[in-house]
T-cell receptor
Framework: AQTVTQSQPEMSVQEAETVTLSCTYD???????LFWYKQPPSRQMILVIRQEAYKQQNATENRFSVNFQKAAKSFSLKISDSQLGDTAMYFCAFMKHNMYSGGGADGLTFGKGTHLIIQP | NAGVTQTPKFQVLKTGQSMTLQCAQDMNHEYMSWYRQDPGMGLRLIHY???????DQGEVPNGYNVSRSTTEDFPLRLLSAAPSQTSVYFCASSYSIGGPQYFGPGTRLTVL
């Protein structure tokens, strides 16, 4: 079974600063996907960024980028020029993709989340 | 597109009652899944489906049933509600395994 660990329960930074959220995972799979989701107080789960493990290039989405280190099983999220609207819970998630058994992926495995607070 | 919709938004049940949480998507997604979110626990997978007529268990399936008779709908049934099932329930869908998962707004369920 896979596990996802987010070691920072809460972080607080000033507006416009850069912040990095940590995520490590444990798996024996070689082909998988990694995600970061944002959950604001509205509780809606919003996809921030997605990374395919076979791609070495780190994914980026505007102010959001990841540092994917496959050998270290690390997948950190960097938020540049942080904004008040970035205040939310952030969840790291893992999904395996076993291509040799009909694609059974067993869904997303989530970390426990990091509560990010952007201070004005 | 309405995306992923869930009903109801809130529900209070008494122990032993049964109910169905509804989930629908209009994006023609094959993959759908149900999660529950408890304080401090993140989200955990209950059941998932890779297409109409195909379902499988996730990490915490006990006390829940699912079926997938159409591509659009994936209802979650609580057979006999227990206080331990008090949680927020999310439905999600994606066009393929590993693709971006789109979540519904969630249902907050309280079992007394």
């Amino acid at each position: 079974a896979q596990t996802v660990t987010q070691s920072q329960p809460e972080m607080s930074v000033q507006e416009a600063e850069t912040v990095t959220l940590s995520c490590t995972y444990d798996t024996s799979e070689s082909n998988y996907y990694l995600f970061w989701y944002k959950q604001p107080p509205s509780r809606q789960m919003i996809l921030v960024i997605r990374q395919e493990a076979y791609k070495q290039q780190n994914a980026t989405e505007n102010r959001f980028s990841v540092n994917f280190q496959k050998a270290a099983k690390s997948f950190s999220l960097k938020i540049s020029d942080s904004q008040l609207g970035d205040t939310a819970m952030y969840f790291c998630a893992f999904m395996k993709h076993n291509m040799y058994s009909g694609g059974g992926a067993d869904g997303l495995t989530f970390g426990k989340g990091t509560h990010l607070i952007i201070q004005p | 597109n309405a995306g992923v919709t869930q009903t109801p938004k809130f529900q209070v049940l008494k122990t032993g009652q049964s109910m169905t949480l509804q989930c629908a998507q209009d994006m023609n997604h094959e993959y759908m899944s149900w999660y529950r979110q408890d304080p401090g626990m993140g989200l955990r997978l209950i059941h998932y489906s890779v297409g109409a007529g195909i379902t499988d268990q996730g990490e915490v399936p006990n006390g829940y049933n699912v079926s997938r008779s159409t591509t659009e709908d994936f209802p979650l049934r609580l057979l006999s509600a227990a206080p331990s099932q008090t949680s927020v329930y999310f439905c999600a869908s994606s066009y393929s395994i590993g693709g971006p998962q789109y979540f519904g707004p969630g249902t907050r369920l309280t079992v007394l």
